[in-house]
């Protein structure tokens, strides 16, 4: 059971890694590539919906939000795209992102936390 969550775990970080240079391909439509970056930020991000330190449940918005995000975002990405980008991870995956990923997860979360109040306000 350990073996295959450690190995599920590292395919699921081989695909943020192509979800990530996907991003950057042009041939990316722009709204998969703006729901990437939210699920590249809520993967890198140290807040959650649901903390972790609560039983079982806190690891359920990880085990599920994720994994779902990613489906979603490879529906939106063509395959094409998503065959180069996991064939450039596994052979050069992406620096640790650093300074870059840390930027990423400020400005989505100031984004949403924007758009969030905006809707809010709107009559």
């Known amino acids: 059971m350990r073996q295959r969550l450690t190995t599920w775990a590292g395919a699921l970080k081989r695909e ?4 990530y240079l996907a991003t950057r391909d ?3 439509p722009a709204a998969a590539r703006w729901l990437a970056l939210a699920v590249i930020a809520y993967a890198l991000s140290p807040i959650d919906l649901i903390p972790d330190v609560i039983p079982v449940l806190g690891y ?5 939000l994720l994994p779902l995000g990613l489906w979603l975002c490879l529906r939106l ?3 094409a795209v998503m065959q180069d980008c996991r064939r450039q991870a596994a052979t050069r995956p992406p620096a640790a992102l650093g300074r870059r ?3 990423l997860v400020v400005v989505v979360y100031v984004a949403l ?3 969030v109040v905006g809707w809010w306000l709107t009559p």
Do not use: F, N
């Not at 943020?16 to 979800?19: E, G, P, R, T």
């Not at 359920?60 to 599920?64: F, R």
């Open 16 to 19: 943020v890694a192509a979800l």
């Open 77 to 79: 990405i063509p395959d």
């Open 113 to 115: 936390v924007a758009a």
């Open 26 to 28: 042009p041939r990316t």
């Open 101 to 103: 990923g840390a930027i």
């Open 60 to 64: 359920l918005d990880d085990l599920l």
